[in-house]
């Protein structure tokens, strides 16, 4: 299958990197040379702009920061024409960015009057789950366009779900990653607490990961620093998931839970923890190192 990847950062990178292992015929594009030039001693085949990866793909995905990428990207802006101008119609979009529902509904408009699909399919699992291809996706659109983004999906992933209409991908990605948000400030607390007591935070998170407070950072991505090898917490918070993505999605979360008049109380407290981690210059590690805001 001809694919068109865009955007290839810390996740988008090893997405296109499988589909390109898989054997489909993979062409990638990124504004960055650095990434494309990485990727390109990799074995990707690298576009000299999104307008040439895309000509006669079959599937095109993106992997963007924002929704003012992804609308950009696709509808144009500053009068110049948007990729929707420039891909085949019958071709079906996959985008795997996390970005606002309503943002994935307006491209989703703009495709279907162009004769194109579209799903909204952000993701799950980390850059470990993007290198590894276990990634879960998270998808909003119709079944038949679903099914025939399955083969495409199942190798970048492992866990394929299908939320609803378009948009309700969005809706699951931001539900999920504002619980990341906060446990991931909780977990933080409680390191921070045992190590201000003394204890040995490599013995306290075991505790903890053993018994009723166990969960995700503590199994796979402990936020202090040597208790996991391969964390970021234990690489200088460099690489994984940047604190200024993590406060856009809790950003993304309250706006949400603002127009439903959803209460999300802890929601907004991870978002001005994370605000203020931001601010202190932090903006680009990983969110994990917000422990550093915690401890004594």
């Known amino acids: 299958m001809r694919i068109a990847f865009i955007g290839l950062g810390h996740m ?31 074995g ?18 993106s992997m963007l920061p924002a929704s003012q990428h992804v609308e950009a990207l696709y509808l144009g802006r500053d009068g110049q024409d948007g990729l929707l101008a420039h891909i085949a119609k019958g071709a079906l979009i996959i985008d795997s960015s996390t970005i606002a529902a309503v943002s994935s509904q307006k491209v989703a408009k703009a495709a279907a009057a162009s004769g194109m699909g579209f799903i909204d399919a952000p993701v799950s699992g980390g850059t470990g789950g993007a290198i590894a291809g276990t990634l879960t996706f998270m998808v909003g659109g119709s079944s038949t366009d679903l099914e025939r983004a399955r083969p495409v999906l199942e190798k970048m992933g492992a866990n394929i779900f299908h939320a609803g209409d378009v948009g309700a991908g969005q809706t699951a990605k931001i539900c999920n990653n504002m619980l990341l948000g906060i446990l991931m400030v909780g977990t933080s607390e409680a390191i921070a607490l045992g190590v201000a007591n003394g204890l040995d935070p490599k013995v306290l998170s075991e505790i903890m990961r053993r018994s009723s407070g166990g969960n995700w950072a503590l199994e796979k991505y402990n936020p202090f620093p040597g208790v996991h090898e391969n964390a970021p917490a234990s690489k200088d918070y460099a690489g994984g998931f940047g604190t200024d993505l993590m406060l856009k999605d809790l950003g993304l979360a309250q706006e949400n839970a603002m127009a439903v008049k959803a209460s999300t109380p802890l929601g907004g407290m991870a978002r001005a923890l994370y605000a203020m981690h931001s601010l202190d210059g932090n903006g680009g590690l990983d969110f994990s190192s917000v422990i550093k805001k915690l401890m004594p």
């Open 12 to 42: 988008g990178g090893p997405m296109a990197l499988n589909l390109h292992k898989a054997g489909h015929e993979v062409q990638a594009f990124d504004l960055s040379s650095q990434a494309c030039a990485q990727y390109g001693e990799q």
């Open 44 to 61: 990707l085949s690298i576009a000299a702009s999104a307008q040439q990866a895309v000509q006669e793909a079959e599937v095109v995905v």
